[in-house]
């Protein structure tokens, strides 16, 4: 067993935690089991699996295992909360200056904000937390009132992509997460001004929840405006299925209605299970307003108070970060098996539509093969042909009727088998929604496929009559037969049934009996080769789109022994 020593603030005192390597590597399997997963067929449920998964890969990547590997690192408490609950003005209020932009002008945070001591900078500074998120590091340009304190300089100076021209400000589409140092935070606390949970922009609220996902301490923020809507309370009750180290703040509550509001706020925390969680109350001021103004350091000491004592406190710091990770680690019992269920849901749908395509091209196989024992390929113009060789018909033109009228039984086949697939896939959801079902541009160049087919089964046919020929012996100079006949009358009496009769009998008669059955067993194969090869190949066609999608039964298997070796090691 390893474990790793923690010195927290400017206390001697040692916190242990378990950081076997064991149990790293377990969670790194899991972490690459939950990356595997997959959802793209849009079941009902693929929505919440594709969140589900994204969360967990969130808090395994932004939170657990690096606060396993580097359990002394300092205490993250993210800021969270909806649109207009002054996050950015209660940041910028707990460090002492404007560290936030903080506005009326909603959504104001769209780049999120770290704020740590100077000394603690280099923690945030690499990738070992949110490493998806480009670092963006602003020098100092703010003093304090009255003239006090200094520029804190720009402690990123020689870190790859620090500086005024750091990648991401300014451009929307980069992820950044911009850094800020403040003495005036306490050593081992680290604030995060995430963006609103509630944001017009989509891109936001996913950061937000991976943000709030990588919290040893999740700080929720609420207006006495806003305390019951449905945002906060979302994030209340995640943070209690995880069993977070959690606090509220109501914010900028009217001095009239403090006690009513609290006391309505508490009555609902109790009732969801979390009475017993850290309140704190800010009055609406004047500052309140936004425009970057700080409330007065009385407005805030309370929730201040707390946090440094989580930092300052060794016990209090190892329960707050025990608590969270413990808490993350037991979601895994729940969370791994409902998205192996929604891995196995997909399997299964991709399993019926698998098996509509199969079962529509074996049945078709079947009836084209008994359509060819019937002679069902001589009918139409190929039977008048027949029956007006050899005098008003040559073998060539034979043949092209025959190779004609196999086509189109063949296409018959494949258009039937199709719309039976179609039929069968407008039924799930997930063939309709993922562009399965409906008209398949494919389809249009199955005739020119069929038609290539039945040509090459043709040519090789001919081939076949041609070597039987070269093999005869000549008798008293009679003339050898013209391979062409022989390979009209192959083909007839392999495809005619019982009306061609006749054509295994002149066979038999120009070539010899062994001849033509040595003949017949392998225009017989050959035929059955060619049948098997176009319908497989149509039935490929119509199983490639959902084989591209490479839904698997595997990963389910896969995720459930990942979190049975994690359950083993923790």
Request: with cysteine; aromatic share 4%; glycine share 8%.
């Amino acid at each position: 067993m390893l474990q790793k020593a923690a010195k927290i603030g400017h206390s001697s005192h040692v916190v242990t935690l378990d950081v076997r390597p064991q149990l790293l590597d377990a969670l790194s399997a899991l972490r690459e089991r939950v990356a595997a997963a997959r959802f793209p067929l849009p079941l009902p449920g693929a929505p919440r699996a594709r969140a589900n998964r994204d969360e967990l890969l969130a808090q395994l990547d932004d939170y657990l295992v690096p606060r396993l590997k580097a359990p002394e690192a300092p205490l993250l408490a993210v800021i969270g909360g909806s649109t207009g609950a002054g996050k950015s003005t209660l940041v910028n209020s707990l460090v002492g200056r404007q560290v936030s932009e903080a506005g009326v002008l909603r959504p104001t945070t769209r780049t999120p904000v770290l704020v740590c001591h100077p000394d603690d900078h280099h923690w945030f500074a690499g990738m070992r937390v949110l490493p998806d998120l480009t670092r963006v590091w602003m020098p100092h340009q703010e003093k304090t009132e009255g003239g006090e304190g200094e520029d804190d300089g720009d402690p990123g100076d020689g870190l790859p992509g620090f500086g005024d021209e750091s990648p991401g400000l300014g451009d929307e589409q980069e992820r950044a997460l911009r850094i800020e140092t403040a003495d005036s935070l306490p050593r081992g606390l680290a604030l995060l001004d995430a963006p609103d949970v509630d944001s017009l922009v989509a891109d936001n609220r996913v950061l937000a929840a991976e943000l709030i996902s990588a919290a040893d301490v999740w700080v929720m923020v609420t207006t006495a405006s806003r305390y019951a809507d449905a945002v906060p309370w979302h994030l209340l009750r995640t943070a209690k299925e995880h069993d977070a180290t959690l606090v509220t703040v109501l914010d900028r509550v009217p001095h009239q209605v403090v006690s009513e509001v609290s006391r309505q706020f508490g009555a609902l925390l109790a009732k969801a299970g979390l009475g017993d969680v850290p309140r704190f109350t800010v009055p609406e001021l004047p500052e309140s307003a936004g425009g970057g103004g700080l409330l007065p350091a009385t407005a805030v000491a309370p929730l201040r108070a707390w946090l440094t004592h989580r930092v300052q406190e060794p016990a209090a710091r190892a329960h707050a970060i025990a608590r969270t990770a413990h808490g993350v680690l037991r979601s895994l019992d729940s969370r791994l098996p409902e998205l192996a269920g929604a891995v196995a849901a997909q399997y299964a749908a991709a399993l019926r539509l698998t098996s509509a395509v199969d079962e529509a091209y074996d049945h078709e196989h079947a009836r084209v093969a008994d359509r060819l024992q019937a002679g069902g390929v001589l009918a139409g113009d190929a039977l008048k042909r027949w029956r007006s060789y050899p005098l008003d018909c040559g073998p060539g033109e034979l043949l092209d009727a025959i190779a004609e009228s196999l086509e189109a039984l063949l296409l018959c086949a494949v258009t039937a088998a199709d719309e039976r697939i179609d039929e069968a896939w407008r039924r799930e959801s997930a063939a309709d929604v993922a562009g399965l079902a409906g008209r398949d541009p494919q389809a249009e160049s199955a005739e020119h496929r069929i038609g290539m087919a039945v040509r090459r089964w043709r040519r090789v046919l001919e081939e076949y009559a041609e070597d039987e020929v070269r093999g005869m012996e000549r008798v008293d100079k009679t003339p050898l037969p013209d391979p062409e006949v022989v390979a009209a009358l192959l083909a007839t009496a392999l495809l005619g049934g019982h009306r061609a009769r006749a054509a295994g009998e002149i066979l038999a008669e120009r070539i010899g009996a062994p001849g033509a059955v040595r003949l017949r067993d392998r225009g017989g194969r050959l035929l059955t080769d060619y049948l098997e090869k176009v319908l497989a190949t149509e039935r490929e066609r119509r199983l490639a789109p959902l084989d591209a999608l490479e839904v698997h039964p595997e990963p389910q298997a896969e995720l459930i022994a990942a979190l049975s070796l994690l359950q083993k090691e923790r």
